[in-house]
């Protein structure tokens, strides 16, 4: 008689609960399958392959094995869009059957994606900042191991005051919710501490040229905040020299603004220009000196953010399945572990706070030359900073999410023209 795979499957299976065998350990037969949610077309493109990229390397330096498990990745592209992201999102759970998914990159796609997450109860490990998914409306079935918009911009605005000594700042950021978010972190800090925003400026996400913007700018200003992600941060950065404002207004960034994927199409325009991240390619611990030495030898640049973000998180999902033995068909015990992991990784030591966010260092950078390429050196380092800053989580919570609005521009500058 011949026996194909499927009825020798059954017929182990059979055997197995004869023999007593729980379902919870026969189900750990078959390989865990994560789902990646990235960007592989579109303007978000070069972060969303770098997701790809890094998390590809960390398991395959792993021989595709998590806590004595084979592993299996499934990757989709959103192209960025919300509903696609959604969508996406349906076909890797009721196709390919994921146990688990990585991603997605953007606050729009997480937003569009939240109530699926919940009601399919998928583990998600995510790149995305939407603030409120960790603060006021928390998903249990989210867990973020980057960071929220605003938890770099708050120690950068920290920064400002108190070791370069500003006083009065723009903003300038896409027109966009998670640079909403990061702009109204920073301000909350800067103000709170004495200085003040004289001025908000939002530009299109596609807009063609910043010279509107630049001419608009008030030069009586110590600094201009940057909250740009990808091509729109390499783009100002260039304008601004070209208007000649080098020199007059200087220039800090938040996470994304000067990612090390930008820096390598940047030339010394760059040079100087202080930012925040939680992430640096030239990190001086041994993971991310292995980490960061492999990537630039297959990709043939730094890797930053994005990168950095899967790699991470690859290391946060090991940690947790360990802890339970590989059983990751236990969703509720599996998200107790995640939630509870505390992982060396190549941004650092890192742990959760009881929403699902990380908590872990933030780093002060500057834009330098070494060995004829640009990096970001670390020149201060703000240890264990969660999504609350130094407020109390209850207190900080009873405030309105950050966006346009809020926090609101003090009565000081009310009047000062705005461009948005």
Known sequence: MTINRRKFIQAAGAGASVLGFPAIVRAQEAPIRIGLMTVKTGPLASGGLDMERALVMYLRERNNMLAGRKVELFVADSGGVPAQARSKTQELVERDKINIMIGPLAAGEALATDDYIRQQQLPTLSVAAAEDMTQRNPNPWFVRGTSTSSQCAHPLADYCIKQLKYKRMAVIADDIPYRHEMCAGFQRVFEEQGGKIVQKMFPPLTVPDYGTFLAQLKTNIDGVFLGFAGSNGFRYVRQFNEYGLRGKVAIVGGMTALDEAVLRNMKIEALGIVTSCWYSAKLDNPLNKKFA????????????????????????????????????????????????????????????????????????????????????TVIQTYPNVSQFWTYKPEEFLKNPVYSRDWPPRSEEHTSESSHT
């Not at 990751?328 to 990784?345: E, G, H, N, Q, V």
């Open 293 to 376: 030495a492999a990537f630039l030898a297959e990709a043939k640049y730094d890797p930053g953010f994005y990168a950095a973000a899967t790699y991470t998180e690859a290391a946060v999902l090991e940690n947790a399945l360990k802890a339970v033995k590989g059983n990751i068909a236990d969703k509720a015990a599996f998200m107790k572990a995640l939630r509870a992991s505390k992982t060396d990784t190549v941004r650092g030591p890192v742990s959760f706070d009881s929403y699902g966010n990380i908590v872990g260092s933030v780093y002060i950078r500057k834009v330098e030359r070494e060995e004829g390429r640009l990096v970001n």
